[in-house]
């Protein structure tokens, strides 16, 4: 079992930045890959950003890549989001998730474990 908890959202000017956490309490996470998605008012759920278990790999959507930098500390069982550069169209509910499978994967379906989301607002 997984429980995740995100932070860090909130009002920004486009251009601006914020740093998203993720922070994740139970035995798995060490062991899981994490992921990063999230959903603008009246669309799907999309992906943003995945970590392997080990930190080794990353992987990115194409609207994010060279302004998001996603990271973990697995001493502090959290996961982060960093994101500069922001623009409008970043506007939606920010959310973790985690794979215990530890399938790099794109596809919500395969995340198992999910928070609360946080919602992240960039102004023009």
């Known amino acids: 079992q997984v429980q995740l908890v995100e932070s860090g959202g909130g009002l920004v000017q486009a251009g601006g930045s914020l740093r998203l956490s993720c922070a994740a309490s139970?035995?798995?996470?060490?062991?899981?890959?994490m992921g990063w998605f999230r959903q603008a008012a009246g669309k799907e759920r999309e992906f943003v950003a995945a970590?392997?278990?080990?930190?080794?790999?990353?992987d990115y959507a194409d609207s994010v890549k060279g302004r998001f930098t996603i990271s973990r500390d697995d001493a502090k069982n959290t996961m982060y989001l960093q994101m500069n550069s922001l623009k409008p169209e970043d506007t939606a509910v920010y959310y973790c998730?985690?794979?215990?499978?530890?399938?790099?994967?794109?596809?919500?379906?395969?995340?198992?474990?999910w928070g609360q989301g946080t919602q992240v607002t960039v102004s023009s």
């Open positions: 139970g035995r798995t996470f060490s062991y899981s890959d």
């Open positions: 970590i392997s278990w080990s930190g080794s790999r990353r």
């Open positions: 998730a985690a794979d215990s499978l530890s399938r790099m994967s794109p596809k919500l379906y395969d995340y198992d474990y």
